[in-house]
T-cell receptor, first 112, second 114 residues
Framework: AQSVTQLDSQVPVFEEAPVELRCNYS??????LFWYVQYPNQGLQLLLKYLSGSTLVKGINGFEAEFNKSQTSFHLRKPSVHISDTAEYFC??????????FGAGTQVVVTP | DAGVTQSPTHLIKTRGQHVTLRCSPISGHKSVSWYQQVLGQGPQFIFQYYEKEERGRGNFPDRFSARQFPNYSSELNVNALLLGDSALYLC?????????????FGPGTRLLVL
């Protein structure tokens, strides 16, 4: 069985500061990992995904994530956040049919 | 191009009633999945359909059912509603059904059961 654990339920951060959201996964097979963002009262939008190849994945809106097989992690980072980055962020792992198993989410609150 | 659309956007029902939620995938997408997102939690997988066949079912009771039509749109039906069914129901589509396929989500239907 595959699963992901998001280690922080909420991350407060000041505008223009860096942010890191932590995600650990568990899988007995090759993993395909995703980060999605959910803005208030909206659906989910893909930020980035890791399928294979380079362990550093760049996504939209200046986000990037690093796949670390030895630590079974897929942490999301942004060097400088904006107020508009206030949202909930979900890490997910895909099964062979593309079904997504999501983590509990990390709420990012950016303040001036 | 239009994204994934869902209807209705909001819905209020009472316990014991039945509800039907609808989803239209992105044009050309053949796979549709349904997720339930309870307030404060991550989305939970309910169903996946590909080419009108069920490809997966999550840990939900038989009160939940779904189908996919020849035009690839989909319906999610929930019978005998319980208070605990109150949630945001998300539909996602992808071109194919397979590991690594990006799923594109609609805005969701927010269901409140009183």
């Amino acid at each position: 069985a595959q699963s992901v654990t998001q280690l922080d339920s909420q991350v407060p951060v000041f505008e223009e500061a860096p942010v890191e959201l932590r995600c650990n996964y568990s899988s007995s097979v090759s993993v395909y990992l995703f980060w999605y963002v959910q803005y208030p009262n909206q659906g989910l939008q893909l930020l980035l995904k890791y399928l294979s190849g380079s362990t550093l994945v760049k996504g939209i809106n200046g986000f990037e994530a690093e796949f670390n097989k030895s630590q079974t992690s897929f942490h999301l980072r942004k060097p400088s956040v904006h107020i508009s980055d206030t949202a909930e962020y979900f890490c997910a792992v895909s099964d062979s049919w593309g079904k997504l198993q999501f983590g509990a989410g990390t709420q990012v609150v950016v303040t001036p | 191009d239009a994204g994934v659309t869902q209807s209705p956007t909001h819905l209020i029902k009472t316990r014991g009633q039945h509800v039907t939620l609808r989803c239209s995938p992105i044009s050309g997408h053949k796979s549709v999945s349904w997720y339930q997102q309870v307030l404060g939690q991550g989305p939970q997988f309910i169903f996946q359909y590909y080419e009108k066949e069920e490809r997966g079912r999550g840990n939900f009771p038989d009160r939940f059912s779904a189908r996919q039509f020849p035009n690839y749109s989909s319906e999610l039906n929930v019978n005998a509603l319980l208070l605990g069914d109150s949630a945001l129901y998300l539909c996602a589509s992808s071109p194919l059904a397979g590991r690594g396929e990006t799923q594109y989500f609609g805005p969701g239907t927010r269901l409140l059961v009183l």
